[in-house]
């Protein structure tokens, strides 16, 4: 197994949306928040752990993910005007897309 870059900032980006979604749950009991998160998260981890093992559809799967919680978190930031959790989730998000693009 290869942990270049982006397959490490891939699979954290994972665990943080898991993680935001948990703590969507808690504080609202939205179950959107565990479900997206969850699914986000987990496609996330499994494209970093397939990109770590060179496959190349991981990482295409992962600059997906990533490049659409991106977007969500964009518009949810607008909606709301309100920096957490979005602001954090586009930094983060930002920064993935970052290591997955760029070479190591």
């Not at 980006?13 to 808690?26: D, E, H, L, P």
């Not at 993910?65 to 954090?88: D, E, H, N, Q, Y």
Request: net charge positive.
């Amino acid at each position: 197994m290869n942990f270049s870059p982006s397959t490490i900032a891939l699979i954290t980006y994972g665990v943080v949306a898991i993680i935001g979604g948990v703590f969507g749950f808690v504080k609202s009991q939205s179950n959107a928040s565990i479900i997206s998160g969850s699914i986000s998260g987990l496609g996330l981890i499994i494209s970093g752990i397939a990109a770590a093992q060179n496959q190349e559809w991981g990482k295409i799967a992962g600059i997906a993910i990533a490049s659409l919680l991106v977007i969500v978190f964009v518009v949810r930031l607008i909606k709301t005007k309100k920096f957490m959790p979005a602001g954090l989730m586009i930094i983060g998000g930002m920064a993935t897309l970052c290591a997955a693009i760029l070479p190591a």
